[in-house]
Nanobody, 127 residues
Framework: QVQLVESGGGLVQAGGSLRLSCVAS????????MGWFRQAPEKEREFVTA????????EYQDSVRGRFTISKDNTNYTVSLQMNSLKPEDTAVYYC????????????????????WGQGTQVTVSS
């Protein structure tokens, strides 16, 4: 089992920045992928970004590429999400996720393929 604990989030004006962090504990290893998904009210959960803990391969949703940056720290299995130039449409509950991927470079964007989830943290961007 892997436990994920998120921190960060909050309320920010459009154009502002926020930083989210997620610490993984339990049966973690560099064979995992870690990432962020988000879910806005009455919408399905969607992929935002993810990173392979081995190699540091990253993927981003098109709408956040260039504004969001995911980073990792393998020493304590932490991933962070730096969100800049935030827009009202970024408003959602953001979830940290992890999946055992045998160190594969391919990153799945399907929520159903990710096994472990954090409790979620609210990000609200006002216009």
């Amino acid at each position: 089992q892997v436990q994920l604990v998120e921190s960060g989030g909050g309320l920010v004006q459009a154009g502002g920045s926020l930083r989210l962090s997620c610490v993984a504990s339990g049966r973690t290893s560099s064979s995992y992928h870690m990432g962020w998904f988000r879910q806005a009210p009455e919408k399905e959960r969607e992929f935002v970004t993810a990173v392979t803990l081995s190699g540091g391969n990253t993927e981003y949703q098109d709408s956040v590429r260039g504004r969001f940056t995911i980073s990792k720290d393998n020493t304590n299995y932490t991933v962070s999400l730096q969100m800049n130039s935030l827009k009202p449409e970024d408003t959602a509950v953001y979830y940290c996720a992890a999946r055992y991927a045998l160190g594969a470079r391919y990153i799945s964007r399907q929520p159903s393929t990710w096994s472990y989830w954090g409790q979620g943290t609210q990000v609200t961007v006002s216009s």
